[in-house]
C-alpha cells in the first residue's frame, strides 16, 4: 500500500535526551513536512523539505533538528534544548504545483505522541 | 502575516442536526482554502478545497464556498451523522508563503445518537 509511516506511536524522553521521529513515505511525494499539534493551538510547522539535501525551518524550528538524506525519509529529531516537547507530532508529505491549487494533496501520517518521563 | 481563524469548539450535535464551522483568513495575495478532517487517534485527511473566490469545495455532504469579500470559508452539512465527529481544521497555502500549510486552532465536534 502506499501511503506515510510515522513510527513509533508513542515516544518518552528522558530529561537530557534526544529522541528521533521516524517518517517514510512511498509515494513518489517531493516535499515533506513536520507539524507539532499541541490541545487548541492547531498545527505549527517545525521543518519543511521540498528537495532531497535541502530543508527550511518553519515557525517553530527551536530545539529540533531533520534530515533529508533520502526521498522516501524524513526523520525528526527532538533535542535536550526543546524544553517543552510534549506534544503530539504529524509528518506529510506532498508534489507541490507551481500553479494554482499549490500542494493540496498533503497526506499525513498518523502521528508519534511524545511524552516526557 | 498569513493566518486562519476558525471558532471555537467544542461542538455538540444531535444526528441530522446541521452543522455549520466558521473560518475567515487574512492573507496577502489569493490563497487557497482547505479543510481538513481528523478523526480520533489519526493524522489529517484532506475533506474539501477551493482555489479561487465563489469556489464550492464539496465533499460527503460538507461545502465550503469561498468569498472573498467577507475572507471566509465557513464549512456547513445538513444532517450530521455520528461517524462525522472529528476535529475540523481550516487551512490555506499561498504560492508566495511556498505553498506551506497555515492552519487554524481546529474545531471538535461531537455528534450524538
Known amino acids: 500500500d502506499g501511503g506515510i509511516t510515522q513510527s513509533p506511536k508513542y515516544l518518552f524522553r528522558k530529561e537530557g535526551q534526544n529522541v528521533t521521529l521516524s517518517c517514510e513515505q512511498n509515494?513518489?511525494?517531493?516535499?515533506m513536512y513536520w507539524y507539532r499539534q499541541d490541545p487548541g493551538q492547531g498545527l505549527r510547522l517545525i521543518y519543511y523539505s521540498q528537495i532531497v539535501n535541502d530543508f527550511q525551518k518553519g515557525d517553530i524550528a527551536e530545539g529540533y533538528s531533520v534530515s533529508r538524506e533520502k526521498k522516501e525519509s524524513f526523520p525528526l529529531t527532538v533535542t535536550s534544548a526543546q524544553k517543552n516537547p510534549t506534544a503530539f507530532y504529524l509528518c506529510a508529505s506532498g508534489s507541490p504545483r507551481f500553479g494554482r491549487g499549490g500542494n493540496e494533496k498533503l497526506f499525513f501520517g498518523s502521528g508519534t505522541q511524545l511524552s516526557v518521563l | 502575516g498569513d493566518s486562519v481563524t476558525q471558532m471555537e469548539g467544542p461542538v455538540t450535535l444531535s444526528e441530522e442536526a446541521f452543522l455549520t464551522i466558521n473560518c475567515t483568513y487574512t492573507a496577502t495575495g489569493y490563497p487557497s482554502l482547505f479543510w481538513y478532517v481528523q478523526y480520533p487517534g489519526e493524522g489529517l485527511q484532506l475533506l474539501l478545497k477551493a482555489t479561487k473566490a465563489d469556489d464550492k469545495g464539496s465533499n460527503k455532504g460538507f461545502e465550503a464556498t469561498y468569498r472573498k469579500e467577507t475572507t471566509s470559508f465557513h464549512l456547513e452539512k445538513g444532517s450530521v451523522q455520528v461517524s462525522d465527529s472529528a476535529v475540523y481544521f481550516c487551512?490555506?497555502?499561498?504560492?508566495?508563503?511556498?505553498?506551506?500549510?497555515?492552519f487554524g486552532a481546529g474545531t471538535t465536534v461531537t455528534v450524538r445518537a
Open positions: 509515494l513518489n511525494h517531493d516535499a
Open positions: 487551512a490555506l497555502s499561498l504560492r508566495s508563503n511556498d505553498y506551506k500549510l497555515s
